[in-house]
């Protein structure tokens, strides 16, 4: 069975390429860490490092164990420091990974009620492009809990938040501005305001438009979830956009798309959430304002 300490050394070796570098982070001699790691690869049972001249590579068996490694290390810490707290020594910090446009929408509200009923507990946000790459974190120990489309086949903890809509907006004087609903077919001759590969919402739009029998012609691709709603404002072409990320003051004009575009949001923990990432989860789900998932009632 792997102890901590070897798994912080195999994490260590891996992030400094080196054990001469590694050993002197830990403060430990080199023939001591050569020990642990080879201890490590028996219970493993294989090498986990390639050893070269002047570095180390994983192994297919060190690729395969390294995310695990960290993420029992990231629990590890988080155990540690949840102790402190109950033993009042230290106050806390909630670890939340998320989207962009998540943070935009979704976040704020929960967030600002959490403030005010637990001021003394901090929170760190880790914001990514692309859920593939927020389940990928998760799995590798970034945060306490994901708030996120919900992932497939997810092994933890996941509870249901609500289904998040998604709105076409388009500048006030646009020839499509002249009503409260436009269907995407209807767009199809048009450019759109895309989002850059990569980005979650790119995914979401191609496949709006694909279910609608066209591919999306680009008018421009941003990163900023932010800015897609203003560049559509300003007359360069359509976007879709989370309804939850617009300002009271949006100056474009905004529409629903038939069919409607939804996304299912779910708040999800590698197992158990503690009772700190659990109280956050409820807050979340009362001052989300997502809708109910059709079905739920």
Known sequence: MATLRQ???FVTVVGEGSFTKAAELLHVTQPALSHQIR???RSAGGPLLERLPRSVRLTPTGRAMLPHA???LADAERAHCAARQAAGLEV???QIA???SITLGVLPAALREWRQTRPNVGIRLFEHRHTDELVDAMNAGQADLAVGPQPANWSGVARLLGTEELVVVVAADDPAAT???VKLHDLADRSWVHYAPGHGLADVLDSA???AGFEPHIA???EQTAAAPALAAAGLGPALVPDNILPNDFDGHVLRPEPAVRRILTAYTRSTPDPLAAAFIDVLFRSAGLRARDGDG
């Open 7 to 9: 798994l912080e050394y």
């Open 39 to 41: 201890t490590l690869e």
């Open 70 to 72: 960290r993420a029992t």
């Open 92 to 94: 806390g910090e909630l």
């Open 98 to 100: 998320t989207l962009y």
């Open 179 to 181: 009503g409260d609903t």
């Open 209 to 211: 438009c694909a279910q």
């Open 220 to 222: 421009v691709r941003t």
